[in-house]
């Protein structure tokens, strides 16, 4: 509405005004790439992410952000270091965020998912919930699931996870880490908002369908784009095409039983 953008213009002004002056530290700047990204202006983003990098060439958000932002990037994942700042920062207001603010529904959704595909009560003896930041699809899923584990890069988000004392293990690694070294299987892998910080899933989908069980489930969330493979979007988040997730399932044994666009 109009307070909110005189607000916003307001901030603008004062902010782009201690950067002219050289006033600014990294806080003030990282304000202002958050009003630009609510602006959708990419050119100003761009500026601000650049001068971050300038203040600290290895700050893990301003690089793979600006990075974003390239027309033609060729990066194939979120680094680790982005992920766990990322959701490291996040991880206290992350659940009202998402529930409050931006109306979340793919855990709800990957509860629908299992109501019409399974029987009701604890049906997977072992379940794995990869990337599961503060538990909200573990705790839609964990009446199906026996025994559920919990796997992220996030310290943060694992505290608030464990918090839920619906996890029998948690664990913080890298999914393919933990999927290459642990010794069970699994009846059903979830990943839900996960497959965003990956581009290139091929080896992340290899080393899922070794762990499932015969006849086990991948259940996931993705976000979808035109193309051949995948994107980088603006966003920092990655989408990709729908064959190539088609395809990478299949080249490792897996198909898609059930689907549904949220």
Not at 86 to 103: C, G, I, N, V
Not at 113 to 138: H, I, M, N, S, Y
Not at 159 to 179: H, T, V, W
């Amino acid at each position: 509405d109009v307070a909110d953008e005189a607000t916003r213009d307001k901030a603008i002004f004062y902010l782009t005004t201690l950067r002219r002056l050289k006033l600014v530290d990294a806080e003030h700047l990282w304000m202002l790439h958050s009003i630009y990204l609510t602006t959708e202006d990419s050119v100003e983003r761009k500026s601000v992410l650049d001068e971050l990098l300038l203040q600290n060439p290895k700050d893990p958000l301003a690089d793979h952000l600006s990075e974003a932002l390239r027309p033609q990037s060729e990066r194939q994942r979120c680094s680790p270091e982005y992920v766990r700042t990322l959701f490291d920062q996040a991880s206290d207001t992350f659940d009202r965020e998402l529930l409050d603010k931006l109306d979340y529904r793919v855990p709800r959704r990957i509860a629908e998912c299992l109501e019409q595909t399974q029987p009701r009560g604890k049906c997977f003896k072992r379940a794995l919930d990869l990337g599961c930041g503060t538990g909200l699809v573990g705790q839609a899923v964990h009446p199906w699931c026996n025994e559920l584990i919990g796997v992220d890069l996030s310290p943060g988000m694992l505290e608030k996870a464990a918090e839920r004392e619906i996890y029998d293990a948690l664990q913080q690694a890298d999914m393919e880490s933990f999927l290459s070294t642990h010794l069970h299987s699994f009846e059903v892998i979830f990943a839900g908002d996960v497959l965003i910080y990956v581009g290139d899933i091929s080896a992340l989908f290899a080393a899922i369908s070794e762990r499932l069980t015969r006849n086990g489930q991948f259940i996931f969330s993705i976000e979808l784009c035109d193309g051949p493979d995948f994107r980088l979007r603006p966003s920092g988040r990655f989408a990709h095409g729908y064959d190539y997730v088609v395809k990478a399932l299949e080249k490792n044994g897996l198909r898609v039983n059930f689907e549904e666009k949220i």
